[in-house]
């Protein structure tokens, strides 16, 4: 069992910057490949990025790539989603989760055992 935290939501303007970060407590951290979600209102959670347990690889949807960047600090028990020229339809409540079986990065929602609570992320123009 892990228990997943998510903090540094909030309001941004369009084209400004925001990290978000996921500590987990519980299990060892470094078991897991992790990833982050989002939903916006009315949409299916969709994917945004993975990293794998030792942070090596990485993959992102292509909606975010280019200007987001997952990684993890193992030592602190940590995912960061560092958010760079964001656009209006960023705005979702975005989910870190850890998936324990799979291996590299994970890109689908099946697999993902465990979920944060979530934290809001709004863009203005």
């Known amino acids: 069992q892990v228990q997943l935290v998510e903090s540094g939501g909030g309001l941004v303007q369009a084209g400004g910057s925001l990290r978000l970060s996921c500590t987990a407590s519980g299990r060892t951290f470094s078991n897991y490949v992790m990833g982050w979600f989002r939903q916006a209102p009315g949409k299916e959670r969709e994917f945004v990025a993975s990293i794998s347990r030792s942070g090596g690889t990485t993959d992102y949807a292509d909606s975010v790539k280019g200007r987001f960047t997952i990684s993890r600090d193992n030592a602190k028990n940590t995912v960061y989603l560092q958010m760079n020229s964001v656009k209006l339809e960023d705005t979702a409540v975005y989910y870190c989760?850890?998936?324990?079986?799979?291996?590299?990065?994970?890109?689908?929602?099946?697999?993902?055992?465990?979920w944060g609570q979530g934290t809001q992320v709004t863009v203005s123009s």
């Open positions: 989760a850890a998936d324990p079986r799979r291996t590299g990065v994970a890109v689908t929602r099946v697999g993902y055992a465990y």
